[in-house]
């Protein structure tokens, strides 16, 4: 699907913002669920997709809110 016709360029911007979003939204929690489940205490995100600082807040965000205090981002990567 092309969005090229729309008249408004910030139509555009909110749809790629919100699908940026709704990745995020999916990626950050699961990402954790798995290193969780599978005993993995360092998580990395790499190549273009670590250039998203959404995606790198989140991943900070996440690791605040998680209930074991040594989690934290680092330009390397999350450990717990």
């Known amino acids: 699907m092309s969005f ?4 408004d360029d910030n139509l555009l911007n909110v749809l790629c913002a919100d699908f940026q979003q709704a ?13 969780t489940e599978y005993g993995v205490d360092t998580v990395t995100v790499s190549g273009g997709v670590s250039c998203k ?18 989690s934290k981002v680092t330009s390397r990567g999350w450990h717990g």
């Open 4 to 7: 090229a016709f729309a008249k």
């Open 23 to 35: 990745i995020i939204d999916v990626l950050v929690p699961r990402r954790f669920a798995a290193a």
């Open 53 to 70: 600082s959404e995606l790198r807040k989140a991943i900070g965000h996440e690791c605040v809110a998680r209930p074991d205090s040594n």
